[in-house]
T-cell receptor
């Protein structure tokens, strides 16, 4: 079982609130990723990081922001939640070598199910 | 356009039966193809990873095949169990960028009935 954790697992929050989704891994992986997934749809990459102090936007435009101050920690923040942000957010990590490297598995956390009312 | 298409969208089988899930992709240049199992409300868990030179890989009751010429892959599940009920996602990565993009299919939702 992968050592990557996400909290909270479920969150229901009102419009306009600021929220932070936590993601931590204990595997010492340099690369970390955030994906967004709607029911029955494919995962979309919204943020990734090559290492400490490195963050990049993914393919899907997102109003969220991320930070990478420590190797093991990659939190995602929404400054003002909206109903359109309702989705499942999945965090993942891998060793260095590239997201697509066949030598490096990408491990996923259990996800955070966010509902904005 | 790089895409990953999976079929069927959903499948119901009886416990103990076998089934095969399909994946077609147009990702180029190809690096590797992965099959993930995602239980409801959980993150995906890797089942197999295959590179260009591999055409079969097994993981217990799961056997994946890859035909890089036709850009097709299949995942065969043998002697299905109730715990096999999940979404099975085909993921293809390219090697055309430093990051090595991952392209995700929408998954096949498998339900195993007793």
């Amino acid at each position: 079982e992968a050592d990557i954790y996400q909290t909270p697992r479920y969150l229901v929050i009102g419009t306009g609130k600021k929220i932070t989704l936590e993601c931590s891994q204990t595997m010492g992986h340099d690369k970390m990723y955030w994906y967004q997934q709607d029911p029955g749809m494919e995962l979309h990459l919204i943020h990734y990081s090559y290492g400490v102090n490195s963050t990049e936007k993914g393919d899907l435009s997102s109003e969220s922001t991320v930070s990478r101050i420590r190797t093991e920690h990659f939190p995602l923040t929404l400054e003002s939640a909206r109903p359109s942000h309702t989705s499942q957010y999945l965090c993942a990590s891998s060793e260095s070598g590239g997201q697509g490297s066949s030598s490096y598995e990408q491990y996923f956390g259990p996800g955070t199910r966010l509902t904005v009312t | 356009k790089n895409q990953v298409e999976q079929s069927p969208q959903s499948l119901i089988i009886l416990e103990g039966k076998n089934c095969t899930l399909q994946c077609n992709y147009t990702v180029s240049p190809f690096s590797n193809l992965r099959w993930y199992k995602q239980d409801t409300g959980r993150g995906p868990v890797s089942l197999t990873i295959m590179t260009f030179s591999e055409n079969t890989k097994s993981n217990g009751r799961y056997t994946a095949t890859l035909d890089a010429d036709t850009k097709q892959s299949s995942l065969h599940i043998t002697a299905s169990q109730l715990s096999d009920s999940a979404s099975y996602i085909c993921v293809v990565s390219d090697r055309g960028s430093t990051l090595g993009r991952l392209y995700f299919g929408r998954g096949t939702q498998l339900t195993v009935w007793p």
